[in-house]
């Protein structure tokens, strides 16, 4: 098949055209000043769900993420010594990499769980007694588990902080991080408090937040940036598109949220275009939304992004990977980076990269 | 789900009521005197059985262990730059991750096969050529398999040193190891080889010795410690709990085992109970003794202690947790201690944490 | 079983007799001069076909192969804080643990992925996305796949180097280079570009050409020193032994191949025998050649060498293990050591091993 000096086989060393927001996150890290308070206060907690933050506390690990993201190459790794556990006990490639590289490129090692058949829960072991063992085996754990309840159980019985990579149908609040990452990489402007009216943006999420672990996490996430967003459109055709209070909790924390079904009528108007058609749901999958397809043909506002949160299926052209509407690849990228600030944080290793009030020094 | 601010995020940063013998392993440690001789000829060999060892090498272990846990953040790991196969034919959480947290704590690298599937052995490979390719790859290997004969096949190929962790029923003597650490850390001056009869301890064991390879071990175990030893009651309703030879070994040896069946009258005369209900057989396990259990309504002794070595079932209640009784979070946790003073041990990297003897610096 | 002190657990701390080639490397290092200059470009390309390569560049990885495997211990690893992907969709043991250890010996650390099942493609993500992906988790990747366009597919997307390490019946270049590495550590002269005819050695292939990869890399890699190798015997009774143009590839690159099926006829005047009884057929694989075995009873010529290059099954009889003719345990260790100087090019290491022009510096 290939064929010596064939062209295919040298490798380009720099992003294609097209996937412009890979090299921007200067931008973002020059527009917030440092501040590493909020950020002491993640060492005592476990990070269950998008509702624990704030606006102060998300803005300084976005800041610490575009640091991370502008100099990869850390001359003093931090997390050295340090253990991961990285429990996937539902399939995963995106989450599970994405966390243990940015676990690996802090320095730490790693002990991974990719197969719940090979391991205790197998043998009927309960969550709380799984919990009791990795206290002394790590020091931090990534949970995946397709039971909503599966991470709640586990916390009475942790002394180290568990991050939730993912529960069920409920939240997924490392991705939410990493997307609205990615928006204010596009428009660092959006991180201030009083944007003028005119300067809101309008965001479109094609999915359905009752069923969608990313969507439910990304909404809360938006909520606390509401200043700056116009409003949110809710693009699908499915029923029972809230779960009781979702709406409304939203709404009471200012943020706009519509329903709509014409995506075409939408797509001229829309700002962020957020695109997923996979819901999880017990220990599998099901697309929906199919009938909503974006590509290089769909009436984008020029300037638009799109992101996509997941494994892409059909919903997603391949042909518009190189136009400058693609912030989705930007999105996987920065998700390591703003998994490396987190990470850092919660094992108090702030200190290492931040300078820090000496009296609580990280 | 979860509220802002809920107080269950909050992270406990010390260990809950009831599991006081996790901080215990100072007093073991001063009650010892250093000795690294008997550690030294650890590296010219396998550890296949609990039969391989002796009271010293054991006594120095478990010092090393204790030494470990005091001060568990190394400053030069010893090794920097080792690779350990980790090879788990059988599933496993606790075995497998207690393993490789040691090894991490130790600054080395691992190498994990966890799915037979996923290996040569699919595809038909002996396990003499296993091993004979193990040793291109690694410096220690630790292996499970369902086979007691497996580890036994490697043998005569290999040329860096193998651990058996667990080999169909026949040994585990590496949680054995465990299982007396965690003994002598709750009472330290039973390491004494002339403890006064009065003081010698009596050992329950809901097990059964002919099909459960962690209690066959113990006892072998046991028996290097047999003077400080009144008795061990065997606690069991099923037929054959000795293998051929098994029962007279152990008197042989110095150790008086008796078997018993009234558990609520045996339970007011034991300073230690073992409970296990769990044997593996072939691929598969099954549950025995299920009829004995222990739970806070149990007749213990007012000091005594509870160990447990596996995934737990409902053979032992969780109401046990928070009392006194509960030793077995802390023989779970010591067990990643005494892990890395053998294989601090066998990697010859003694001469890195003890003082040896010049002429034979490990 | 054990019994205490049993010699069976004492360990060997040397290879055993009859293995000799694993102690080489020392001549063929000295018969070679240093040149980094042709390594230098191997970190601007990928690493699919044995056709990309050329003699000199060869040589030179295998100068630095025999340097790693004199001096295996590494005082400044090379890789530290680089990661690889190691991403084996096809069971493997024996090549994924190879790769692994020679990347954690330069220092590197790793994210294994060994089931197909627990990652995205089990969501249907695509191969060219799941590569997009790989560019922000790792500096290196090394895939196994059974579909042989699979790599191929990947390739576009890609801005960090992937190495194939087996594409269904395509090929498995380093697999190849390790042969011959094995090869010119038997006789360095081998390597000279001027060998007297009478000098030059006979090869037999015991193997199917046209569907296993291993040999269709081994014959193509063969075909850069061609003027050292008088005749190439392909020992089968297969019939289409060859794909269409395969052979006549290999004759114009000068290499002289010949079918033959009387195996213990052609024994007698064959250096090297290389043996393979297995071809990956989709996900599993078929047994082939099972008539042609060879045993210490093989009419083998006094100083031939044997090679094999996967999981051995009853082809090759283990009573030639402690022969002066196994060179096959070599070989498997020589794996490792190949693939550490490839690594190393490929990441633009060598400067840290090799001195390089400044202006060039890798």
């Given at each position: 098949m290939a064929v010596p000096n064939d062209p295919q086989l040298e490798r380009p060393l720099k992003p294609k055209d097209g996937t412009a927001g890979i090299e921007r996150p200067r931008a973002l890290l020059d527009s917030l000043p440092e501040d590493p308070r909020p950020l002491m206060s993640l060492s005592s907690r476990h990070v269950v769900s998008s509702r624990q933050f704030d606006r102060d506390t998300l803005l300084q690990l976005f800041r610490l993420a575009a640091q991370?993201?502008?100099t990869p190459a850390l001359l003093h790794p931090p997390l050295?010594?340090?253990?991961?556990?990285s429990a996937f006990y539902e399939p995963s490639t995106r989450t599970r990499l994405s966390f243990e590289s940015a676990w690996h490129r802090l320095g730490g090692d790693i002990m991974?769980?990719?197969?719940?058949?090979?391991?205790?829960?197998?043998?009927?072991e309960s969550l709380p007694d799984i919990a009791e063992m990795f206290n002394n085996y790590g020091d931090v754990i990534v949970l995946r588990n397709t039971?909503?309840?599966?991470?709640?159980?586990?916390?009475?019985?942790?002394?180290?902080?568990?991050?939730?990579?993912?529960?069920?149908?409920?939240?997924?609040?490392?991705q939410a991080m990493a997307d609205v990452y990615t928006i204010?990489?596009?428009?660092?402007?959006?991180?201030?408090?009083?944007?003028?009216?005119?300067?809101?943006?309008?965001?479109?999420?094609?999915?359905?937040?009752?069923?969608?672990?990313?969507?439910?996490?990304?909404?809360?996430?938006?909520?606390?940036?509401?200043?700056?967003?116009?409003?949110?459109?809710?693009?699908s055709h499915e029923d029972n598109l809230f779960d009781e209070g979702q709406h409304e909790e939203l709404t009471k924390a200012g943020l706009s949220v519509r329903v709509a079904t014409d995506l075409d009528g939408e797509l001229p108007n829309l700002d962020v275009v957020y695109i997923n058609a996979i819901a999880w749901v017990g220990d599998t999958f099901e697309a929906m939304g199919m009938d909503m397809r974006l590509s290089a043909a769909s009436p984008l506002k020029k300037d638009a992004i799109i992101l996509h949160p997941l494994a892409r299926g059909e919903e997603l052209s391949t042909d518009l990977d190189k136009t400058s509407?693609?912030?989705y690849f930007a999105q996987a990228r920065g998700a390591v980076f703003i998994r490396m600030a987190l990470l850092t944080c919660m094992v108090r290793r702030i200190g290492e990269v931040m300078d820090v009030p000496d009296t609580s020094r990280g």
């Open positions: 991370y993201e502008s050295a010594g340090k253990i991961l556990i991974s769980i990719t197969d719940a058949r090979s391991t205790g829960i197998a043998k009927g039971e909503a309840e599966a991470i709640y159980e586990m916390l009475d019985s942790l002394r180290i902080p568990i991050i939730n990579a993912g529960n069920g149908i409920d939240e997924h609040p490392t204010f990489k596009w428009r660092p402007e959006l991180t201030s408090p009083d944007l003028p009216a005119g300067k809101r943006i309008r965001i479109g999420i094609i999915g359905v937040p009752s069923r969608m672990r990313t969507v439910r996490s990304l909404l809360l996430m938006l909520a606390y940036f509401a200043s700056s967003i116009e409003e949110v459109a809710i693009l509407h693609n912030w």
